[in-house]
């Protein structure tokens, strides 16, 4: 029976409240890139800030990484590809909405048979 | 830009120990993944299986982005963005490697309370990574230069 540490988005909703690292990832030019962001959620809205003067996102493909703990058992997060829509500007940030087209969330410590 | 052996980086690459290693695909896609990585003799090191997506990236475009967080040390307001070229390679890292990864994460303190908590779970463990896509590999990461960026 194969193993798996995936769960439910909801297993990691406080996770993803205040989520200690948080990145989007993105192409540009011939190569990829990869920003930190601030990351917030509204039920299951997601929008990351980026300073004014960061990349435009408008209409790429991204994929915002949320994730914490160093040790294996404690290895959690979630990951959400979608496309990039600009938000509006607050607090001091650009904020862009992501609709997710691919969700996954993990928790190591969750490890169990499938 | 920095040098990989500029003070701040190298800072960086002890005090982090997870990693957001972003790849392009084949197919024009953009991919991340967290990853543990230990650094030993100028190259980063990263096991994984040779079938995963980041081993299929590697293969193709060699280009490899990595953030770091610096958490051991606590570096709330800014990360290290560290563009490296990667190789992927079938088999575990050497030995060396192998006992600097088993320092760094499984018997450093905090790491060594987590595994003996679970150590009902070690077969699990065992089982997840022998249906790793591919057999085992490693990827080996040679730093090229790296900027300190702001988290938002």
């Known amino acids: ?114 | 830009m920095l040098f990989p052996d500029a003070p701040v980086v190298q800072e960086f690459l002890h005090d982090s120990l997870v990693a957001h290693v972003a790849s392009r695909s084949a197919a024009g896609r953009p991919f991340v993944t967290p990853l543990w990585f230990t650094p030993h003799a100028g190259v980063l090191w990263v096991t994984t299986g040779l079938g995963t997506r980041l081993a299929k990236n590697v293969g193709h475009q060699p280009e490899v982005t990595l953030l770091l967080w610096g958490e051991r040390r606590g570096r709330p307001g800014e990360a290290l963005r560290l563009r490296t070229r990667a190789t992927c390679h079938a088999g575990l890292p050497p030995w060396p490697v192998l006992l600097r990864i088993a320092a760094r994460y499984y018997l450093a303190p905090g790491a060594l309370a987590s595994e003996i908590g679970n150590v009902t779970r070690w077969t699990l463990r065992a089982r997840y990574y022998a249906q790793v896509s591919g057999g085992p590999g490693h990827v080996r990461l040679v730093p090229l230069d790296a900027e300190v960026v702001a988290r938002p």
């Not at chain 1, 299951?44 to 408008?58: C, K, M």
């Not at chain 1, 290895?75 to 909405?97: D, I, M, N, P, Y």
């Open chain 1, 1 to 114: 029976m194969p193993v798996t540490r995936d769960v439910e988005l909801d297993a990691v909703r406080d996770l993803l409240a205040r989520p200690p690292r948080a990145s989007v990832t993105f192409l540009d030019g011939g190569g990829v890139a990869i920003v930190p962001v601030r990351a917030r959620f509204a039920g299951d809205r997601l929008a990351v800030g980026l300073p004014a003067d960061g990349p435009d996102l408008a209409g790429r493909e991204v994929v915002v990484l949320i994730d914490d703990g160093p040790w294996w058992f404690r290895l959690r997060g979630a990951s959400f590809r979608g496309v990039a829509r600009r938000e509006a500007e607050a607090e001091g940030l650009v904020w862009w909405t992501v609709e997710p087209r691919r969700v996954l969330a993990w928790d190591y410590g969750a490890i169990r048979e499938a």
